[in-house]
């Protein structure tokens, strides 16, 4: 990553794209701070790497991100959050599960892109969003979750209009991985369930893709994206076990 970044924090990092990022960043010598709700999780990441710093906080929790933003002076913020959504019909669902996802990813990316905004983040830094796929083509056993991510996704575009129009010299980027991420128990569980209802063998429904795509690949292409010198054109992205493509 050719970009130097001093201090970073990954929201939702002890699992799955978010434990994969921070672990890239502390090798890249970045000051990286994960926040995630599991301190089990959390102890298992800092042995692996105990450069990180972790905290066991809910990023939902009114006031957090100002707090956050506030102690840390962050240039990166990465936000992986995701509730794992109930994969049934929605007409099984009740309005709690339905509503699940916005009550946990729109609610943390409003509250910490508007941190962001009105802190303000340290000129220059860059605040990345991960929303998903399903953003992009519906899901239609997980709920609300769909459109809650699309929320999440313009929540971005957002942000970059008010950074822009305020001249904070801020740069938020949203990503979408396009494929379901194998390696992550969200993507399993969609797989299972989506596998299930057309009848088909798990094996063969993840065959559906040519290249697989895993937690280690999206974080490989975001420390790609960012280490970039040049200003990068686009704000969103997608990424597949191919690669990455800016979206227009």
């Known amino acids: 990553m050719e970009r130097n970044f001093e201090t970073a924090l990954v929201v939702g990092g002890s699992r799955g794209i978010g434990r994969e990022i921070a672990l890239r960043l502390a090798a890249n010598d970045v000051e990286t701070h994960v926040i995630a709700r599991s301190p089990d999780d959390l102890k298992s990441l800092q042995k692996q790497d105990d450069r990180l710093r972790v905290m066991a906080r809910d990023a939902t929790h009114d006031g957090l991100a100002e707090d956050l933003f506030g102690a840390l002076h962050p240039d990166l913020v990465v936000l992986c959050v995701g509730a794992t959504p109930r994969m049934i019909p929605f007409q099984r669902q009740s309005w709690a599960d339905f509503s699940m996802a916005w009550n946990a990813d729109v609610k943390t990316a409003h509250s910490f892109m508007s941190a962001a905004l009105t802190q303000p983040m340290t000129r220059g830094g860059t605040f990345v ?111 597949t076990g191919a690669g990455v493509s800016a979206m227009t």
Do not use: C, N
């Open 129 to 239: 969003s991960f929303s998903s796929g399903a953003a992009l083509s519906g899901s239609r056993l997980s709920g609300g979750y769909a459109g809650a991510k699309r929320m999440q996704h313009f929540l971005t575009e957002y942000a970059q209009r008010e950074a822009d129009d305020l001249d904070l010299g801020l740069r938020f980027l949203s990503v979408i991985p396009k494929q379901l991420v194998q390696d992550t128990e969200k993507g399993h569980d969609a797989a299972t369930a989506y596998a299930a209802a057309v009848g088909k063998p798990l094996d063969q429904f993840w065959a559906q893709w040519d290249t697989p795509l895993t937690a280690a690949d999206v974080a490989g292409h975001l420390m790609a994206l960012l280490g970039q010198r040049d200003p990068l054109a686009a704000h969103s992205f997608t990424i």
